[in-house]
């Protein structure tokens, strides 16, 4: 429990370091609002033209007796574009971390220097083009591996009671967890770390990437607090980055006494 309490705090450090930094939280939402106009635009063609598809798409319920073709088609209508909402949902944070890979670098970079003991950040040492193109296939294998986990715990959800009750929970926390892997990716792959080693770096701290992930997803459901959450979500995972390697943080120290002296 104290991991779920560290990863909170951690998202809330985020936070309040880009509002203590306003250039940065400023050149941060750019890449945000440019992903949020690409998927809005996504979804109402969804809406407008997703039934259209799913008549194009099932031309053998055009012999179907009234009502059947119009429910059976109704329904797959909304399941596409849940299954488009629930998608956007995942893979946002992915695909602004790719859109705004030079931003949230420069951003990550800028907390670690900030709170380094000797004032430096790691450098990756690769051309902007080879970090993008690393970028870009990392993201696709996570967004590979949410995508097979959005259709799983879908179908589970139309197991009765579970489905409405525990399955989004567990969504919640799966998303969590690809959103902290996802936010993490930009300082880690700065200092070499490979996907591998990343995954089982979150996997051995679970409840930290949960503490911080979990919450994040529950306000990346509303697609405008996503994009002001970025920046500062950026600067969180960089922090945690951080303690995942062990890395001493300027401050650790006096944040730890006083906590301990909240407590007491």
């Given at each position: ?27 941060g939402l750019l890449p945000g609002l440019i992903t949020l106009v690409l998927y809005v635009a996504a979804l109402v063609a969804l809406a ?9 798409a099932t031309p053998f319920a055009d012999d179907w007796s009234s009502p059947w073709a119009g429910l059976f088609r109704g329904f797959l ?188």
């Amino acid at each position: 429990m104290r991991d779920l309490g560290a990863g909170f705090r951690y998202l809330l450090k985020g936070q309040r370091w880009v509002a203590r930094h306003g250039k940065q939280f400023g050149f941060g939402l750019l890449p945000g609002l440019i992903t949020l106009v690409l998927y809005v635009a996504a979804l109402v063609a969804l809406a407008l033209w997703g039934e259209d598809f799913v008549t194009w798409a099932t031309p053998f319920a055009d012999d179907w007796s009234s009502p059947w073709a119009g429910l059976f088609r109704g329904f797959l209508t909304v399941v596409l574009f849940a299954l488009g909402l629930l998608l956007s949902v995942l893979t946002f944070t992915a695909v602004t971390l790719l859109i705004g890979q030079p931003f949230y670098e420069n951003l990550s970079e800028q907390v670690d220097r900030d709170v380094s003991p000797d004032g430096t950040a790691p450098e990756s040492g690769l051309s902007l083009l080879r970090e993008l193109w690393i970028s870009a296939c990392d993201s696709l294998r996570i967004v590979v591996r949410a995508l097979v986990w959005a259709v799983l715990l879908f179908a589970l959800g139309f197991v009765p009671v579970l489905g409405q009750t525990v399955v989004p929970v567990i969504g919640f926390f799966v998303t969590g967890f690809f959103l902290t892997e996802e936010l993490t990716a930009v300082a880690l792959q700065r200092r070499g770390v490979e996907v591998r080693e990343r995954l089982g770096l979150l996997r051995s701290r679970k409840t930290l990437v949960w503490g911080f992930g979990t919450p994040l997803a529950v306000a990346f459901l509303v697609p405008f607090v996503a994009v002001f959450l970025m920046p500062g979500a950026v600067a969180g995972a960089t922090l945690m980055a951080r303690e995942l390697l062990g890395e001493e943080t300027a401050g650790d120290g006096a944040e730890e006494s006083e906590e301990e002296g909240a407590r007491s």
